[in-house]
């Protein structure tokens, strides 16, 4: 390419520059530039020609690995622990919601409409029933709240059915639970 009338600009330095791959001084020319750093032209051909061959584009400059000072240290163990700590109460979130998210146990199975002794009734059938999983009943049962009567225990061939005493002033026809079906049934009159 020609230089219409322009003369090609030489940069005299006052100090020789170095190469900064080699260490080799740069005479008279515009160095080329390698990482910021100056290179003279036995070192810009060597990399050139190494960025030609087959898998030689890839030019890996090795950093030096700086050992982290003491504030980094502290730094990152400060994170640590609070990432712990975040951690730790988030598991224990979780594991104190996990049972809200549970469905809730029916309070029986059968009719809907009953008052609040045949409730009372209904949750001791609950324990009662809990008692009789784990195989171990009270010596004394409990007694009905509206009726004050004791609950009645039925031993048949293959179950055990604890029953109210008096399931007609619930105004239902049957209150039990059993060994075999563990939650309180409650039968009306007009279900049969």
């Not at 104190?96 to 609040?116: H, Y």
């Not at 009270?138 to 007694?143: I, R, S």
């Given at each position: 390419?020609?230089l ?31 990482d ?9 051909f060597e ?11 890839k030019i890996?400059?090795q950093?030096?690995k700086?050992p982290p ?16 700590i975040?951690l ?10 996990a ?13 809907k ?25 009270p010596?004394?049962?409990p007694?009905?709240?509206k009726?004050?009567k ?5 031993e ?5 059915v ?7 002033e619930?105004g ?14 409650a ?6």
């Amino acid at each position: 390419m020609a230089l219409r009338g322009k003369k090609a600009e030489r940069i005299i330095y006052e100090e020789k520059p170095q190469c900064g791959r080699c260490g080799a001084g740069i005479v008279g020319v515009i160095p080329r530039r390698w990482d910021g750093k100056p290179m003279c032209r036995e070192c810009a051909f060597e990399l050139e020609q190494a960025a030609l061959k087959p898998g030689g584009r890839k030019i890996v400059k090795q950093e030096e690995k700086v050992p982290p000072t003491p504030e980094e240290i502290a730094r990152r163990t400060t994170l640590l622990v609070i990432l712990a700590i975040v951690l730790v109460i988030l598991l224990f979130r979780i594991y104190t919601i996990a049972p809200l998210l549970q469905s809730p146990k029916p309070l029986r199975l059968g009719v809907k409409a009953t008052d609040a002794l045949t409730d009372r009734c209904i949750e001791k059938l609950w324990v009662l029933s809990r008692d009789l999983q784990e195989n171990h009943l009270p010596d004394t049962l409990p007694v009905c709240p509206k009726s004050s009567k004791r609950y009645i225990v039925a031993e048949l061939e293959e179950d055990i059915v604890i029953s109210c005493p008096t399931p007609e002033e619930h105004g239902l026809e049957k209150l039990s639970v059993s060994l075999g079906f563990p939650i309180p049934f409650a039968l009306g009159e007009e279900e049969q």
